[in-house]
């Protein structure tokens, strides 16, 4: 891993650690835009991992961007949520439990433009991979 990336992963670990830590009070809002924090299940370990994401809202549902930045490779949370979408969403204090869908490509074509208005940089990662970046629909179990 190069300095840079190692720099990248300890400020993400610490935002969301502050998230959960405060419940939410600290790291929901971030550079001007929400976040929340997804746990997953890793795909090899079975633990649960926790990642802090810019989201949009959709309706009911909210709206994550698996970017990494522009990166070749999906973000690791993104794999681990095809191999079992069943996740757990913190936004702010609350607390509940949802299924993660990838967007189908109609509905990526109308979620896209949202997400690129709430952080503008999608659309320069988009430009740096071959890797078509996915959009991400969570809605809440019932």
């Not at 935002?15 to 746990?39: A, F, P």
């Not at 949009?56 to 949370?77: F, Q």
């Amino acid at each position: 891993m190069t300095e840079v990336q190692d720099s990248a992963i300890e400020w993400v670990s610490k935002h969301t650690r502050q998230y959960v830590e405060s419940d939410g009070k600290i790291g929901h809002m971030w550079n001007g835009v929400r976040c929340l924090v997804l746990t997953t299940t890793g795909r090899t370990s079975g633990d649960n991992r926790r990642n802090a994401l810019i989201y949009g809202v959709d309706g009911d549902k909210y709206v994550i961007v698996g970017s990494k930045g522009g990166d070749k490779h999906h973000p690791h949370w993104f794999l681990n949520l095809i191999a079992d979408p069943n996740v757990r969403v913190q936004v702010g204090a609350e607390k509940f439990d949802a299924t993660a869908d990838v967007a189908s490509p109609e509905e990526k074509q109308r979620l896209w433009p949202m997400m690129v208005e709430i952080w503008p940089d999608y659309d320069k990662y988009q430009e740096k991979t071959f890797r078509d970046i996915p959009v991400i629909v969570l809605e809440r179990s019932r």
